[in-house]
């Protein structure tokens, strides 16, 4: 999976490419699909929901530049394999998930199985970020909005970074990445995806 699906498509930092070797994609994946674990695609998981492709979950976490002192904000747990790789990368992971079971699910796998201890769950709007623990070094969102939530460029960090998919409707999403600067926001286009919208609390 590593060398054909991610670093033959131009993933480089090390760190990524290793924690990808040694995270179990197969325990995040349920358990009548586990033998496609290691397929190039997203997978369907509970609730219509799905957990992304290999690749785009190298490519995201690349894009964040983590060090390892870092505490990181991720909007949408899902299986929570994305979130266990923050956890080999950052020093701290802060994720919130709207779907109640989704995110039951994900704390069993990473605190009762893999006993991760780095990881802090919050169930609820991730929109609205996590102002109890702001601000983040690194925001990592995995579901589309229209546009940016404001509350996730008010909780990053001065010099942070934030990846996210935005878009009006999963044709026409593309990921992007901003970096918080002195004189404002700084944006890239990297380029086209196909994630699940995120979903908005009245
Ligand atoms: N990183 C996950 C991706 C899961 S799909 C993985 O690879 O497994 C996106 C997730 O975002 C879903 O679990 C969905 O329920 C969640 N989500 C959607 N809207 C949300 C919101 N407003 N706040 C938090 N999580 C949200």
Known sequence: MVEKQVQERGIQDPKVLSVLRCI?????????????????????????QTISQP???????EHLHLKG????????????????????LALEVYTVETIPKLAEKAKD???????????????????????????????????????VPPALFNQLKMGGRMVIPLGPAPDKQELSCFTKTNTGIEKRVLFPVRFVPLIRSR
């Not at 690749?55 to 976490?61: D, E, K, Q, R, S």
């Open 24 to 48: 179990p994609r197969h325990r995040f994946v349920p358990e009548g699909i586990r033998e496609e674990s290691y397929r190039d695609k997203a997978l369907p998981i509970e609730d219509s």
């Open 109 to 147: 796998v990473l605190l009762n199985q893999l006993k991760y201890r780095n990881i802090f769950f919050r169930t609820g709007d991730g929109s609205h970020g996590w102002p109890e623990h702001a601000p983040f070094d690194a925001i990592m969102v995995t579901a589309a909005p229209p546009h």
């Open 69 to 88: 002192h870092e505490r990181c904000l991720e909007i949408g747990t899902g299986s929570g394999y994305q979130t266990a790789i923050l956890a080999e």
């Open 55 to 61: 690749f785009i979950v190298a490519a995201m976490t």
